[in-house]
């Protein structure tokens, strides 16, 4: 039982006037086309080998034909072999409805951009990588040329850079960097961008593991099934490890359920055990280790009575959770199951009736609403005030100084209409972003766009330097990238 506490507080922003927004959905039916091009490296030559991603590779094939992928298989590639199947895939993609990219394997990021090392990459300097591994852009363009309905990108590949220690002066950082997806699209980390991940110590690795454990589970849209997979590697790794997503999805998509039809001749080489028909399954995800709920979706119901309230999930009180007013409504954070819900009408319905609570998804945790030009902002059902905020065109960066966090609140200007919304988690370890159009940049810091910088060119990249605090940042690969898309600057020193 919690005590809910009223507040009144309004977040001025810079527009004063409301605009009217539209979107186009989507959701796949049995008769649409599915190809997966799934790749897993494990036995490096001058690295490090891994234990886990062939196995990985085999048995996330084996259940994406399961339910209704043709799948294109390779293991331990070289790079011909890897750039040859990334452009076979590209090609055959154009006659599908859905694409799905897996990758198991080292991967690493350089100069902001992300790249896959096949088995005999040998990087004994930085500038190595650019021609010895597949930058994850090849694939990206492909699925963008292709056109498909849906595109999906998963990177089980945050782990240590092997190759580091031998380069001389490196702008590499750990893990993966944040790549933006490209509209109708989702990219899916094992961690969060610039965060390393486990290789685990069973016969998949802790994120492949749980994306197994989620992916037959019936009528679950991508984004709960990524929300519970997070929930899983958070779990594993008692909160070491955080997978992430990058989404531009307009509608809701459906791995497996009533609405596709599964191949039940296909079985998975994983431990995991799974029903692949269209019924509920067995599994069941721990809950303050000692509840358990069933893989089917979570059934969420609430109820208050003088001004305290109820939260049950699969009918099991939730203790813990986190809450604020949304107008006449309740947002309220479940640890437990890492969701946000929505009382609707809390303020009208304090009678002690048990009523549905609505499950709201983001994979950041964290939502908005705007109106008459004032923004509302919410992470794990708490308001959150005194955040910095700056135009992006059409969007709003804003971030909150006390978590150390920068959101987008993509097409904002499109959105002032009181709806609840989720915002997209964006990432820079400097808290420092750019963006180029047409010969000119924009430069924030800390959710703020800085004006009057000094800027001299460093090869293709420019160096700027923040007429605030004096700090030199690079802005890499600069006189490739007039493309108008926000990236991490670097630190220069």
């Not at 009223?6 to 959905?25: A, D, N, Y």
């Not at 990087?123 to 090849?138: G, H, I």
């Not at 037959?216 to 958070?234: E, G, Y």
């Not at 099991?316 to 949304?326: D, E, F, I, Q």
Request: net charge negative; charged share 20%; with cysteine.
């Amino acid at each position: 039982m919690r005590k809910l506490i009223l507040i009144k507080t309004v977040i001025l922003c810079f527009i004063s006037s409301q605009f009217v927004f539209s979107q186009r959905g989507f959701k796949i039916s049995s008769d649409q086309k599915r190809l997966a091009l799934v790749i897993g490296n494990a036995s490096y030559q001058n690295a490090t080998s891994l234990a886990n991603p062939v196995n990985d590779a085999r048995s996330i094939a084996s259940s994406l034909k399961a339910i209704g992928f043709d799948v294109i298989t390779v293991e331990n590639a070289t790079l011909p072999d890897m750039k040859r199947k990334v452009d076979e895939f590209g090609l055959k993609l154009k006659d599908y409805d859905v694409g799905l990219f897996y990758y198991a394997g080292h991967g690493i990021q350089s100069r902001g951009n992300n790249y896959l090392v096949p088995v005999e990459a040998n990087l004994t300097t930085e500038r190595a990588v650019e021609y010895d591994c597949v930058r994850a852009d090849r694939v990206l363009g492909f699925m963008e040329e292709a056109q498909s309905d849906v595109n999906i990108v998963i990177l089980d590949a945050c782990r240590n850079n092997p190759f580091e220690r031998s380069w001389s002066r490196s702008t590499a950082g750990n893990g993966l960097a944040f790549m933006n997806a490209p509209s109708g699209s989702l990219i899916a980390y094992a961690t969060s961008p610039g965060s390393t991940a486990s290789d685990g110590s069973g016969s998949n690795g802790l994120y492949t593991e749980a994306l197994l454990q989620e992916l037959h589970s019936p009528d679950v849209t991508i984004l709960q099934m990524f929300q519970r997979v997070r929930a899983r590697v958070v779990e594993g790794s008692s909160g070491k490890q955080i997978p992430w997503e990058s989404t531009s999805l307009t509608g809701d998509f459906y791995f497996a359920g009533n609405n596709i039809q599964q191949n039940n001749n296909v079985t998975s080489n994983t431990n995991n055990s799974y029903n692949n028909s269209n019924t509920n399954n067995n599994n069941v995800v721990s809950y303050n280790n000692n509840n358990a709920y069933n893989n089917s979706s979570f059934k969420a119901t609430w109820k208050t009575e003088d001004g305290d309230y109820w939260l049950y999930i699969n009918d099991k009180h939730a203790p813990g959770t986190k809450s604020t007013y949304v107008e006449d409504d309740v947002i309220v954070y479940d640890p437990g199951t890492k969701t946000n819900y929505m009382m609707r009408g809390y303020r009208n319905n304090i009678d002690g009736v048990e009523r549905a609570a609505e499950p709201l998804y983001s994979p950041s945790a964290a939502f908005y609403r705007c109106l008459d030009g004032s923004y509302w902002f919410y992470i794990e059902g708490l308001r959150i005030k005194g955040t910095n905020s700056a135009w992006v065109d059409n969007s709003l960066l804003v971030y909150d100084n006390t978590s150390n966090r920068h959101f987008l609140f993509r097409d904002y200007k499109f959105n002032c209409d009181n709806d609840i919304k989720p915002a997209e988690e964006v990432f820079s370890r400097t808290n420092v972003f750019w963006k180029q159009k047409d010969g000119s940049y924009w430069f924030y810091v800390n959710g703020l766009h800085v004006s009057n910088s000094k800027n001299e060119w460093k090869g293709d990249d420019l160096l700027v330097t923040d007429p605030n605090t004096g700090k030199k940042y690079l802005l890499e690969n600069y006189k490739n990238r007039d493309d108008n898309q926000l990236r991490e600057a670097v630190s220069y020193y």
